[in-house]
């Protein structure tokens, strides 16, 4: 991501402590080296039969992926990427979403996401020295 924001982080990191993490390779690269192992599960999609994760299972599909996370019997949490959020932003009941009040050059987004949740049942606002940002909680 091309922003760092230490209080989001912490957010995630609580939210998702017990839980079962699904992710893609790339965004399992980028954010598992700063995880705390010891608590989660991860189960990592992708195609390479051959790509083994050091923490967690591999899945080359989001219905195995599902399966896989459901045997563990923790909440699930879909951690991204782009299409991985794509996929499965129709299977989900909740959402929660940090919004980044800043224009931000990238090629990766959030897909559009307020067809399947429409209802915001919390908010907080927030801001470091560089970014305004708003916690959402959407069901």
């Known amino acids: 991501m091309p922003w760092e924001i230490p209080e989001d982080w912490e957010y995630f990191l609580d939210q998702t402590r017990e839980g ?3 992710f893609g390779r790339h965004c399992y690269e980028e954010m598992m080296e700063r995880t705390n192992q010891e608590d989660r599960q991860a ?9 083994r994760p050091e ?7 989001i219905p195995q ?4 996370a459901r045997s ?15 996929e499965t932003l129709p299977l989900a009941d ?7 009040h800043a224009d931000i050059e ?8 307020e067809e399947y949740f429409p209802h915001e049942i919390s908010r907080r606002d927030s801001q470091n020295d560089q970014y ?7 069901e």
């Open 106 to 113: 990238g090629d990766t987004h959030f897909p559009a996401w």
């Open 65 to 68: 992926a599902l399966d896989i």
């Open 55 to 61: 923490f967690g299972q591999r899945a080359s599909s």
């Open 20 to 22: 079962t993490l699904l």
């Open 132 to 138: 305004r940002y708003t916690f959402h909680t959407f």
């Open 43 to 51: 189960v990592v999609l992708s195609r390479n039969p051959d790509f």
């Open 94 to 100: 909740r959402l929660l979403l940090t919004q980044i």
């Open 72 to 86: 563990y019997g923790r909440e699930i949490w879909i951690c991204g990427g782009e299409q991985v959020y794509r």
